[in-house]
């Protein structure tokens, strides 16, 4: 073997992600464009909606099983967790003291409740415990459409990332999606993007 890791089709997807995200952030930085980054954001969720059924359907030995959910992880730890702190930044538009208590509030709720997610992981084979991190790849871009172009976007986007960031460690059940529940995020997700694009 002349890498490490695992780079088949089980987890094709989240690397997939990543370039999104990877994508996303580049595209802040170089130019600035806030619809284009929020729509990387969308389609990192769609992927990673979707890599767990994959890697499913895949014949995996433990190592690789084990691979896969320590890459998800980590993927998440960059895409939805500091890649929403990126954003807040450029939705915000503000370096105050409120905005770095917000973000780390929020990235602490994120990698805690990712941490709780890596040790209890065969526990949760029907339910999440806790609000997914992955959701907010949907709730901030909704709330980004609605709110974009008016002046409530400073008030409205930080109290949701603080709710976000208490859901992600609240202890409550939440069942897993399954069959027309994929189907109903994908056509969400599909028209955020083409109502960011053309509103």
């Known amino acids: 073997m002349k890498f490490i890791g695992c780079f088949n089709k089980s987890v094709i997807l989240t690397y997939i992600g990543m370039t999104l995200i990877t994508i996303g952030i580049f595209n802040l930085l170089l130019n600035g464009m ?8 969308i ?4 992927c990673d909606l979707f890599d767990g059924v994959i890697a499913r359907k895949c ?11 320590q890459l998800d992880s980590l993927v998440d730890v960059v895409s ?7 954003l ?3 939705m915000w538009n503000t370096t105050s003291f409120l905005f770095i208590i917000v973000t780390m509030f929020y990235m602490i709720c994120g990698i805690s409740r990712l941490a709780w997610f890596n040790i209890h992981s065969d526990d949760f084979k029907n339910h999440f415990q806790g609000l997914p991190v992955t959701y907010c790849a949907l709730i901030i871009p909704i709330i980004y459409l609605i709110f974009r172009k008016t002046n409530l976007m400073s008030i409205i986007i930080p109290i949701i990332y603080c709710i976000l960031g208490i859901l992600f460690i609240l202890n409550f059940k939440m069942n897993k999606p399954r069959g027309i529940w994929y ?3 994908g056509i969400l997700a599909i028209l955020t993007i083409v109502l960011i694009l053309f509103i």
């Open 59 to 69: 014949k995996r030995n433990e190592t690789q099983k084990k691979f896969g959910v």
């Open 183 to 185: 189907i109903i995020f």
């Open 80 to 86: 939805f967790v500091i890649y929403p702190c990126i």
């Open 34 to 41: 806030l619809d284009i980054s929020v729509i990387c954001l």
């Open 88 to 90: 807040l930044y450029y």
């Open 43 to 46: 389609l990192a969720g769609i």
